[in-house]
């Protein structure tokens, strides 16, 4: 799933989001549309993927719901939530670090008279549970993905003194118990979010805990989606990215009992007037159907941007993995994105070192990276999640070769990405236009492949789409001209 930066609720520390999400300094604060009760303040802090990120939102609206009020700053909070990622070790272990801090702090509070509750959610919570509890006495609860509808009663609990665990899948919808943003809440958010649309995996790939910490794979209804997906824009809301563990694996059903693929979910979703884009994330390559290839073709508002993760380039570890494609079938994908859609740019996820794997594996990897080219990657280093098949093999590479191979794929995908980037230089492109910029008089957006772009221009062009020149690309951006009517008129 892919990095964000913290803003609002303070999403920080992800470490493979791929959206940018905007920084609190950026946007103004929400007015509340009713004064706050007493429940204080609430910080969010969230780890991982673009899943967690919505979690993180969704749990704010629900704590507002409860009269606390979003900060983004520690100090004032009386209220933090740790949304946490398990996919690897260093991400986990990382929840640990924090927690000590947050012990810390809490100390402090208690010695002064001030309370603070800390709580963890999310997919550590889910893996670990009790040993949260135990490694860590300063946490008062603990809170699995799909519990955290419960939140406003358990922290009723915890008020007692209770330290609880409540990491059971829920038999209720977790969406039908949360409440919407006000329209405040969400043009405080930005112009581009996300909207989950499926949760959960089948897939039981023997390196990932997914399945075990999100459960069976379920799809939310259309119209529920729909809906949603409306409020969002209706309150200024110009990008959705719709997500899921599987995203191209929902088949939601409709009023009529009729189930939905993700292509005709998104092609209804096109029709929406205001929406001025649309993406979708992650997927995988078995339910790359031919109807969401085509979609790149037929909608003109789904942008020209894939991410389908591999893995890996060789058909032996992929087995091993359990991934359920070959090479030859994904590099069929992307020659059929390709097709449809011509301008389509691809993005992936590769383990590297996974049990087992030869150096001959590891150059097939390297081989099918320079065959498909892509703009951006996320690469890793195999870990052993406790509990996974993975993890119970004897054939574990040393850490050595793992850092020597990460460092030659990574240095392979950098160099395809600032290809890319360069390539761009001399383009005109559409750019949605989300935020100010860093300087005075200058804005910044997206470019329809994930690309920051910086102009000069007026900040009451936040929320369109304009065309832009690309004078320039820097390491981890492009700068851009406004481009008039005329201009591209005479072009």
């Given at each position: 799933m892919g990095l964000a930066e913290s803003r609002t609720i303070s999403l920080k520390g992800a470490d493979k989001i791929s959206t940018r999400v905007q920084n609190a300094s950026e946007l103004p604060s929400p007015a509340p549309e009713s004064a706050p009760s007493e429940g204080g303040k609430v910080l969010v802090k969230s780890y991982g993927c673009q899943m967690n990120v919505y979690d993180a939102t969704?749990?704010?609206?629900?704590?507002?719901?409860?009269?606390?009020a979003e900060t983004a700053d520690e100090a004032e909070a009386d209220l933090v939530i740790l949304n946490t990622c398990h996919i690897r070790e260093k991400a986990a272990e990382k929840i640990y670090s924090e927690l000590g801090k947050l012990a810390l702090e809490k100390r402090?509070?208690?010695?002064?008279?001030?309370?603070?509750?800390?709580?963890?959610?999310?997919?550590?919570?889910?893996?670990?549970?009790?040993?949260?509890?135990?490694?860590?006495?300063a946490v008062d609860l603990v809170v699995g993905p799909q519990s955290y509808h419960r939140l406003p009663d358990l922290l009723k609990q915890a008020k007692g003194g209770q330290r609880l665990t409540d990491t059971e899948f829920a038999v209720e919808d977790k969406f039908d118990a949360l409440p919407q943003p006000s329209r405040a809440q969400i043009r405080a958010r930005g112009v581009s979010t996300f909207v989950t649309v499926q949760e959960g995996c089948d897939k039981f790939c023997s390196f990932c805990v997914v399945p075990y910490t999100r459960g069976a794979e379920v799809s939310r209804?259309?119209?529920?989606?729909?809906?949603?997906?409306?409020?969002?824009?209706?309150?200024?809301?110009?990008?959705?990215?719709?997500?899921?563990?599987?995203?191209?694996?929902?088949?939601?059903?409709?009023?009529?009992?009729?189930?939905?693929?993700?292509?005709s979910l998104l092609g209804r979703l096109a029709e929406m007037p205001g929406i001025k884009r649309l993406r979708y994330t992650t997927s995988h390559p078995v339910d790359m159907a031919q109807d969401l290839i085509d979609a790149h073709e037929a909608i003109p508002k789904l942008m020209p941007f894939v991410h389908l993760p591999v893995q890996s380039g060789s058909d032996r570890v992929l087995k091993a993995?359990?991934?359920?494609?070959?090479?030859?079938?994904?590099?069929?994908?992307?020659?059929?994105?390709?097709?449809?859609?011509?301008?389509?740019?691809?993005?992936?996820?590769?383990i590297v070192g996974f049990p087992g794997e030869t150096d001959e594996d590891f150059e097939a990897t390297m081989a099918l990276v320079r065959e498909a080219g892509f703009a951006s990657s996320f690469s890793f280093k195999y870990s052993p999640r406790p509990g996974t098949p993975g993890a119970e093999r004897a054939d574990q590479i040393d850490e050595e070769v793992k850092r020597a191979r990460l460092a030659a794929l990574q240095a392979l995908l950098e160099?395809?990405?600032?290809?890319?980037?360069?390539?761009?230089?001399?383009?005109?492109?559409?750019?949605?236009?989300?935020?100010?910029?860093?300087?005075?008089?200058?804005?910044?957006?997206?470019?329809?492949?994930?690309?920051?772009?910086?102009?000069?221009?007026?900040?009451?062009?936040?929320?369109?789409?304009?065309r832009v020149a690309i004078v320039a690309a820097g390491s981890n951006s492009l700068a851009g001209r406004l481009i008039s009517e005329g201009e591209e008129a005479k072009a």
């Open positions: 969704r749990m704010a609206d629900l704590l507002g719901r409860e009269g606390y402090e509070r208690e010695a002064s008279g001030r309370e603070m509750k800390i709580v963890v959610a999310g997919c550590v919570a889910q893996a670990e549970g009790e040993e949260v509890l135990r490694r860590q006495r209804p259309v119209a529920d989606i729909v809906a949603e997906t409306r409020r969002l824009v209706d309150a200024g809301v110009r990008e959705i990215t719709l997500i899921g563990q599987n995203v191209n694996a929902y088949c939601g059903v409709d009023e009529k009992g009729a189930e939905w693929s993700l292509a993995m359990n991934r359920k494609h070959t090479v030859a079938g994904y590099l069929d994908i992307i020659a059929r994105l390709r097709k449809a859609r011509p301008d389509v740019a691809m993005s992936s996820d590769f160099e395809q990405r600032q290809a890319f980037n360069a390539a761009t230089v001399g383009k005109t492109i559409d750019v949605l236009f989300e935020k100010p910029g860093r300087h005075e008089g200058q804005i910044g957006g997206k470019s329809p492949y994930m690309q920051a772009v910086h102009v000069n221009g007026p900040a009451d062009m936040i929320g369109e789409v304009a």
